[in-house]
């Protein structure tokens, strides 16, 4: 261990502790603290911010990723509601809509426990300062109609237009700067591949979409018709009308008036004289939060972000989480060998990626029903590919209406980018010492033997996809493969189907799990998240022991690194979406983004 190690190390440790008492002693100081309010109220109206991220899984890998600040996570959200929910000091809730970027499953899960929340006699307020500013609002009042009353500011739009969805074609581009795509795949809808090779969607792409679309905006009408007071053709029809100024909004009936933030706070203040406690939800939760239920242990893991070897991780640059193969395996092994876990919830959001980590994954969850440990899947945004490979032998599949599912199909290949160099004037050579050995070079195309052992391996995999996915799911053969084809379902049309068995978020899962484990169904759970988190010490030593972690931290503790970071995230979405960042895993669904 050199010296820099040393003094890094040394710094890092000494940094960590004079952190815990700094963050000690704020705590002491607001918790003792001789004029400072009781912290719960008799009167409780909750305050909610839904224009916030809400995430899936908090990844916390990092001494950094500790001391920055933490979005809250979906299953946070709902356990929070659901506790205030029963909780006689909380009488209601008002919540900021408007700027979601929260894609339509994640907004069902929060329309559901929301609802739920009123029908215990709790009354809750939306308000937006606008939802769509020159721009969709779709998925915003989508969410705003599970509350009570909307409210929006005089100067605000409701962007209320409908979903729609392009993608761009790059083959033209490829053949004017020599690059020639050569993919192939197996089932007619696994568009991923048309990106390079096509000018247009593909009558199957084109269907696929369409279905998908028209299931989505299918659920949104039928939900604003019901919350709103409307038929459903009633809802079509003001959707073609829209977007809508403020006050037509309101006169259209899809907003109750229009009102600033103070208004509306004044509004829900004179309910209760002015006698009432507003907290933020995230502060209730950490309020009533219990360190350990008493009851039964369920284990907790997520499968969150694109499938691959090795080790989960998250990317400050894409601003995204993986799922590793070695993590989520690891996590299930230990699951499985806890004597107090009953069942194992497995919530998935992950749009696929490498066949064989997934099959890694998959393994486990044979491997726990052989154990009697139950696997209930809740699925998230999306479950698509090897995101639903991973899924496919669970004991149940919970899914979103809106959950986008499926695509149980393959593809492969490699781009052959010769002609580039050729115009270029850039000339290669090379040497080899088998047949074989430039197979997957992309100076030079496969040969007819070559092409052929893809098209063999293409078989291999996607024979093993439906045939997992019919034992798992206890399906013939044929009517899965009648499914396959890499189509991309929705969850409501899944569900039909026999991919998934109920439709629902985190509630509707953890009963499955109760009851796959034969835990009364009134009786209280302890969640026990896998793999364990490391405590802030154990982190400190990680990376003062480990040696692979050096380039990782430094770059981490660069504060001008973040900033770059954030201006960068844009142009690498982009390139992503363009195809032109990373070669994605053989089992990735077509395309994540779908009908924000």
Request: hydrophobic residues 45%; glycine residues 10%.
């Amino acid at each position: 261990m050199g010296l820099k190690r040393v003094v890094v190390g040394t710094l890092a440790v000494l940094g960590g502790f004079a952190i815990l008492v700094v963050a000690a002693s704020i705590f002491l100081a607001w918790y003792f603290w001789p004029e400072s309010p009781r912290p719960m109220h008799d009167r409780v109206i909750l305050e909610a911010d839904f224009e916030k991220e809400l995430v899936e899984n908090v990844v916390s890998d990092s001494v950094t990723g500790i001391l920055s600040a933490t979005p809250s996570t979906v299953l946070e959200t709902v356990m929070s509601l659901e506790r205030a929910a029963d909780d006689e000091r909380v009488k209601g809730l008002i919540a900021r809509v408007g700027g979601s970027g929260m894609g339509l499953a994640k907004i069902q899960e929060i329309r559901n426990v929301v609802q739920a929340f009123r029908k215990k006699g709790k009354f809750a307020v939306a308000y937006a300062q606008t939802m769509g500013e020159v721009g969709p609002g779709n998925g915003a009042y989508y969410l705003a109609t599970a509350f009570d009353e909307i409210y929006m500011q005089p100067s605000g739009d409701l962007g209320l237009t409908g979903l729609a969805h392009q993608s761009p074609f790059v083959q033209g581009a490829l053949e004017k700067v020599g690059v020639a795509p050569r993919l192939d795949r197996r089932g007619k809808y696994k568009t991923a591949v048309e990106t390079f090779t096509e000018r247009q969607y593909s009558e199957a792409n084109r269907e696929s979409l369409t279905a998908i679309m028209e299931s989505r905006f299918r659920q949104i009408v039928r939900s604003v018709a019901e919350a709103r007071k409307l038929t459903e053709n009633e809802v079509r029809g003001l959707v073609d009308r829209g977007p809508f100024l403020g006050q037509e909004a309101v006169d259209a009936a899809l907003v109750d008036g229009l009102a600033y933030r103070d208004e509306v706070y004044d509004a829900v203040k004179k309910k209760f004289d002015g006698e009432a406690q507003f907290l933020s939800l995230e502060k209730y939760g950490a309020l009533t939060r219990k360190e350990e239920e008493n009851g039964p242990v369920v284990a907790l893991i997520y499968g969150v972000g694109p499938v691959h070897l090795g080790k989960s991780s998250h990317s400050r640059l894409l601003g995204e989480e993986s799922m590793g193969s070695d993590t989520v395996t690891a996590a299930f092994r230990a699951a499985i060998e806890d004597e107090e876990v009953r069942a194992i919830l497995f919530r998935v959001d992950s749009p696929g990626g490498s066949y064989v980590a997934s099959d890694m994954i998959w393994r486990e969850t044979v491997r726990a029903g052989k154990a009697k440990k139950p696997v209930i899947v809740s699925m998230g945004e999306l479950a698509a590919s090897g995101g639903y490979f991973v899924s496919a032998s669970a004991d149940k599949i919970v899914a979103q209406p809106a959950t986008l599912t499926g695509s149980i199909g393959v593809f492969g290949g490699k781009v052959v980018t010769k002609g580039l160099w050729d115009k270029l004037g850039v000339t290669w050579d090379e040497v080899h010492t088998s047949a074989h050995s430039n197979m997957w070079s992309p100076i030079k195309d496969f040969t007819p033997e070559e092409w052929k052992r893809v098209q063999d391996w293409l078989d291999r995999v996607y024979d093993d996809f439906t045939r997992k996915v019919a034992l798992g799911r206890n399906l013939e053969l044929g009517s899965v493969l009648e499914a396959a084809q890499g189509r991309v379902w929705t969850g409501e049309d899944a569900k039909f189907l026999g991919l998934v068995d109920e439709l629902g978020g985190f509630p509707e899962a953890l009963m499955l799990a109760k009851k796959a484990a034969s835990i009364p169904e009134e009786a209280g759970i302890q969640l026990k998240l896998f793999p364990l988190r490391k405590s802030l010490a154990e982190k400190l030593m990680v990376r003062l022991l480990d040696e692979e972690e050096d380039a990782v931290e430094e770059e981490e503790i660069s504060s001008v690194m973040g900033f770059a970071l954030e201006v960068a995230q844009p142009l690498i979405r982009f390139g992503k979406a363009m195809g032109l960042i990373s070669t994605p895993g053989v089992l990735t669904m077509p395309d994540a983004e779908y009908l924000r």
